[in-house]
């Protein structure tokens, strides 16, 4: 059974950072593609970054040079570094493995 966790959200001033996590367990992350999703309150779901198995990655032009997504494969989780943090960026994020499988999110909130 494929379990996706995601952590490191919470609130953070304008132009801060964050890190979050995609802890994943059932199958090897190294293996698949995976991606981060985000979803604002009244929005559709917006894909903000993917990276393949070999690597390459992808980001939405919102994102773009601000954020950096990342995997551990020795502890089988994902990150997305988050830098330079906009109120725009407030959603709640999700991790998505393998095209399939989905975490219960993580809430990112930028306000002063």
């Known amino acids: 059974q494929v379990q996706v966790v995601e952590s490191g959200g919470g609130l953070v001033q304008p132009g801060g950072s964050l890190r979050l996590s995609c802890a994943v367990s059932?199958?090897?992350?190294?293996?698949?593609?995976m991606a981060w999703y985000r979803r604002a309150p009244g929005n559709t779901r917006e894909l903000v970054a993917t990276?393949?198995?070999?690597?390459?990655?992808n980001y939405a032009d919102s994102v773009k040079g601000r954020f950096t997504i990342s995997r551990d494969n020795a502890k089988n989780t994902a990150y997305l570094q988050m830098n330079s943090l906009k109120p725009e960026d407030t959603a709640a994020y999700y991790c998505?493995?393998?095209?399939?499988?989905w975490g219960r999110g993580t809430q990112v909130t930028v306000s002063s």
């Open positions: 998505n493995v393998h095209r399939t499988y």
């Open positions: 990276t393949t198995s070999g690597g390459t990655t």
């Open positions: 059932g199958i090897i992350l190294s293996r698949v593609a």
